[in-house]
Structure formats: C-alpha cells, structure tokens
C-alpha cells in the first residue's frame, strides 16, 4: 500500500502527527523488528 502512494506523489510530505501522539519520536522499522523479531520466526 505505501508503494501505491509514493507512485502517486502522496508520501512526499512527513508530519509530526505520530509524534504528537505519541509525545515522543516514533521507532524506526528496525527498531520494531528488533523488539518483535520472535513474532516473526
């Protein structure tokens, strides 16, 4: 899905909404798989 929308221009433009949110600096990927890496086995 996020393919679909870098393709049409509409992932260009980061907002700090997650961030809000969260009231802190979302996780990278990485970081995510780390932490769940035995979900993904």
């Known amino acids: 899905m996020i ?3 870098a393709k049409l221009g509409l ?3 980061m907002t700090p ?3 809000n949110i969260l009231q802190r ?3 990278t990927v990485r970081q ?3 932490d769940y890496r ?3 086995i």
């Open 3 to 5: 393919g679909i929308y």
């Open 11 to 13: 992932a260009k433009k």
């Open 17 to 19: 909404d997650l961030e």
């Open 25 to 27: 600096q979302p996780i």
């Open 32 to 34: 995510f798989v780390h």
């Open 38 to 40: 035995d979900e993904f």
